[in-house]
């Protein structure tokens, strides 16, 4: 028995809940996987999982070994790839989730560069809104505004994401403002459907602390779609300011309620506790994070009109 290879794949099935995706992750047969788990299991004298035609979930001994056996994988994959960095340029392939939030605009610049400095590290990303388990679903890493889904995630906050009540000039000439959020219920809305906080929305100036419900005529997943119908004069959009800073500066959205500020989200990185020290992971968090950290550039405009804080 390989007594590394039978505790990596003891680790990717208690991680996965599936000896068939933790076989996928892996690339070898589920065969594989079983065998590996079972001689860990001979060698301990202990199961290690209890098994039904459904779920596979740690038994009691299983739940005490997986602590000290994903620090050991960890611990592991991070000496390879420091010998690694010895040697040569990282490698490896990387898988990620990002939110087209980000994503469309804002990561294909520092994308261009980080590849450039490391050619040899593959990226394969996936651009959704989804909140997904990275574990189950097998990706390295995934940047969003949802805490971890699970306590065997890592979560790294990046940067704040501030939004913006906001129309195009059209429709204020043609309307008004709401000069109070409870006014925006006498307005068309469009609002983002994927925020953590759902329909409700907290507003707070000074001491004013004012929490309401606000449906939306529109909604949707898409903040660039949202951006778009905005601009077309027919209602007022909450946009995160990643997306509105550049059309808000240039006026041809204009904002409204900017002496309210809405909560923030926080815009993650969100990683296996096993990835926490692999090479190529750290790399992209630290990259993103060195171009971007402290306040986002296109915040800063917006802060110095005094239309976010």
Known sequence: MDRFLSIEAFVRVAETGSFAEAARQLG?????????VQQLE??????????????????EVGETFYKECSELVSH??????????????????LRVQMLPGFAITHFGPILAEFTQKYPNILIDIIVNDRVVDPIEEGFDLAF??????????????????RRLFCAAPVYVERHGTPRTPQELHAHTTALY????????????RGDQHIE??????????????????????????????????????????VPVLCDYTLTHFTFAAVFPATQRQTLKVRLLIDF??????????????????????
């Open 28 to 36: 070898v047969a589920n065969s594989v996987v079983t065998t590996r």
């Open 144 to 161: 969003q505004i949802f805490p971890p889904l699970s306590e065997s995630l890592v979560e790294r906050g990046l940067f704040p994401v």
């Open 42 to 59: 001979q060698f301990i004298d202990a199961p290690l999982f209890h098994r039904t035609t459904r779920h596979v979930r740690l038994s």
């Open 193 to 204: 459907a994927g925020y953590p906080s759902r329909n409700r929305w907290t507003f707070e």
């Open 212 to 253: 309401l419900e606000l449906p939306g005529q529109v909604r949707s997943n898409s903040v660039h779609l949202l951006r778009d119908y905005a601009l077309g004069g027919t209602g007022i959009v909450c946009l995160p300011t990643l997306v509105a800073s550049a059309d808000l500066v240039a006026g041809r959205l």
């Open 76 to 93: 592991l994959g991070e000496l390879t790839d420091q010998m690694r960095q010895l040697r040569a340029a990282p490698t490896g392939k």
């Open 288 to 309: 993103i994070s060195s171009r971007l950290g402290g306040v986002p550039y296109w915040d800063q405009p917006l802060i110095e009109r005094g239309w976010v804080r």
